[in-house]
């Protein structure tokens, strides 16, 4: 079976620009996560996607949007991005959205913001 | 407000010794317990879980952990650490309220010596 799938897995952008990233989960997985990694802030909640619809986000500015497809995979969005935005963006898939089952983590797309 | 702890950024164990990973979290209800583990440019690997039950909890690689409610802590334990165990460590915390956003703590870089 195979993993979640992140793509590109390297990125770089200039200030201003904005940028769409890719996530296909875990075959039959409902539910995608996307997390930012950074080494001053460590791994923070973005947002979670289930069959379609956010359900949950995190505390981050409106220049950050996802959304997911019928097909489950998701793609995330920042616009206007920004030097702080250079991070790890990770994308994690779980069955069915229950907060009791483990998600599954992809290897992260890296951007870098000149 | 909801936290999780992680008290050693780094920790340096020599081969074959034992490991403890410590963890501390603040939690209002009954939290869902995870451990990841990552490698340099990888994301993140589930190691073990705990929802509820057994308070001894086995996961993949040899690891182990134990939740202690009266000590709101849910520690990572190794009897005898390999080389290839040298990766940086998170726990995570999920609330059956909180829908599937996972709080991280800022994690615990491994060294492992000859």
């Known amino acids: 079976k195979a993993g979640v799938t992140q793509t590109p897995r390297y990125l770089i952008k200039t200030r201003g620009q904005q940028v769409t990233l890719s996530c296909s989960p875990i075959?039959?997985?409902?539910?995608v996560s996307w997390y930012q990694q950074t080494p001053g802030q460590g791994l923070q909640f973005l947002f979670e996607?289930?069959?379609?619809?956010?359900?949950n986000k995190g505390n981050f500015p409106g220049r950050f949007s996802g959304r997911q497809f019928s097909n489950s995979r998701s793609e995330m969005n920042v616009s206007t991005l920004e030097l702080g935005d250079s991070a790890l963006y990770l994308c994690?898939?779980?069955?069915?959205?229950?907060?009791?089952?483990?998600?599954?983590f992809g290897d992260g797309t890296r951007l870098s913001i000149l | 407000a909801q936290s999780v702890t992680q008290p050693d950024i780094h920790i340096t164990v020599s081969e074959g010794a034992s490991l403890e990973l410590r963890c501390n979290y603040s939690?209002?209800?009954?939290?869902?317990l995870f451990w990841y583990v990552q490698s340099p440019g990888q994301g993140l690997q589930l190691l073990l879980k705990?929802?509820?039950?057994?308070?001894l909890v086995q996961g993949i690689k040899g690891f182990e952990a134990e939740f202690k409610r009266s000590q709101s802590s849910f520690n990572l334990r190794k009897p005898s650490v390999h080389w290839s165990d040298a990766a940086e460590y998170f726990c995570?915390?999920?609330?059956?309220?909180?829908?599937?956003?996972?709080?991280f703590g800022k994690g615990t870089s491994l060294l492992v010596t000859p």
């Open positions: 994690a898939s779980s069955l069915s959205g229950v907060s009791n089952q483990p998600q599954h």
């Open positions: 075959s039959g997985h409902r539910s």
């Open positions: 996607y289930f069959s379609e619809t956010q359900r």
């Open positions: 939690y209002g209800a009954t939290p869902y």
């Open positions: 705990y929802f509820s039950g057994d308070t």
């Open positions: 995570a915390v999920g609330e059956a309220n909180s829908g599937y956003a996972l709080n």
